[in-house]
C-alpha cells in the first residue's frame, strides 16, 4: 500500500510540474483523497437508518480495549441530543466492568440500558434490549458486545447468534454492524478488520484513540484491501469527542507537519 501510494505520488507530483513546497503539499493531500474514495466508488459512508416509525439496531464490534463502549457512550449521547430515543444493550457480559461502564455512559447521556447478570448469555440481554426496543417504540438500539480476541471462534458464534435473534425480532436489522478499531495499533487493526468482515458482515468502522500520536493510516491499507468506509473518528473521552469522518480533513491530518513546516 505504501509502495502504491508513493509511486502514484511521485507521477502526480511530475505531472502537475510541482516545484513550490506548497504545491506538493496540495497534490499530496488531494491525490491522498482521491486514492481513499476511488477505492469506496458509490458507497454510502452516511449511517443507515430503519424507515421512520421502527428501531434501527447498532452492532458495535471489536476486541476489547479499542474503545467499544466510549464509542457508544458518545454516539448515544448524539443521537440523544438531536431528538431520538436512544436504547443500549450491555451485551458484553464477561468482561468485568463493562455493564457498568456503559450504565455511567447511559447515565451521562440519560439513556437507559438493559443488562444481565455477570457471565450471563449475552444473547439473552440483546433479545431483552429489542423486546423493549420494539414495545416502547425507541428509534435507535446500539448493541455492545464482547471481543476476546484470544477465544475467537466462541466470539463469532456468539455474535452469530445475536444477530439471529435480532433479525428474528427485526428482520432488516442489525442495520449497522460497526467495527471499532484502535488508532495505535497498525498492521493489527488490519488482521482485526479482516477477521470481523469474515463473520460479521461489517459495514463500516470508527477509529478511536485519534488525540494521541496515532495518525490512523492503516485506513488506507483497510480501505484497499476490504473497501470498508470509515464513518466515524474518536479523539477524547468527553461526549462530544466524536465526529464524522472527512477524508480531506483526515488526510490534512496526517501530513499536518509537513503543510507547516
Known amino acids: 500500500m505504501a509502495i502504491k501510494i508513493s509511486d502514484e505520488l511521485r507521477e502526480e507530483v511530475k505531472l502537475k510540474n510541482a516545484k513550490r513546497k506548497e504545491d506538493v503539499r496540495d497534490v499530496i493531500i488531494k491525490k491522498m483523497v482521491d486514492l481513499y474514495e476511488a477505492d469506496g466508488l458509490n458507497e454510502d459512508a452516511s449511517m443507515s437508518f430503519a424507515p421512520q416509525g421502527q428501531t434501527t439496531v447498532i452492532l458495535f464490534v471489536g476486541v476489547n480495549g479499542v474503545g467499544k463502549t466510549t464509542t457508544i457512550g458518545k454516539l448515544a ?4 441530543k438531536a431528538g431520538k430515543s436512544v436504547l443500549l444493550a450491555a451485551a458484553d457480559t464477561f468482561r468485568a466492568g463493562a455493564t457498568k461502564q456503559l450504565q455511567e455512559w447511559g447515565e451521562r447521556a440519560h439513556v437507559p440500558v438493559v443488562s444481565g447478570k455477570e457471565k450471563a448469555d449475552p444473547a439473552s440481554v440483546v433479545f431483552a434490549a429489542v423486546e423493549k426496543a420494539r414495545e416502547e417504540n425507541y428509534d435507535v438500539l446500539f448493541v455492545d458486545t464482547a471481543g476476546r480476541l484470544q477465544n475467537n471462534v466462541n466470539l463469532m458464534q456468539e455474535l452469530e447468534k445475536m444477530k439471529r435473534i435480532i433479525q428474528r425480532e427485526i428482520p432488516e436489522a442489525p442495520h449497522e454492524v460497526l467495527l471499532v478499531l484502535d488508532a495505535t495499533t497498525g498492521q493489527n ?18 477509529l478511536t484513540k485519534m488525540d494521541g500520536t496515532a495518525k490512523g493510516g492503516i485506513v488506507f491499507a483497510i480501505r484497499n484491501e476490504m473497501h470498508l468506509p470509515v464513518k466515524w ?4 473521552e468527553k461526549a462530544n469527542d466524536l465526529r464524522e469522518f472527512k477524508p480531506e480533513e483526515f488526510v490534512y491530518g496526517l ?7
Open 77 to 80: 449521547s448524539k443521537y440523544q
Open 189 to 206: 487493526a488490519l488482521q482485526q478488520a479482516k477477521l470481523f468482515k469474515d463473520s460479521s458482515d461489517v459495514s463500516g468502522i470508527v
Open 233 to 236: 473518528i474518536g479523539f477524547g
Open 255 to 261: 501530513f499536518k507537519e509537513l503543510v507547516e513546516s
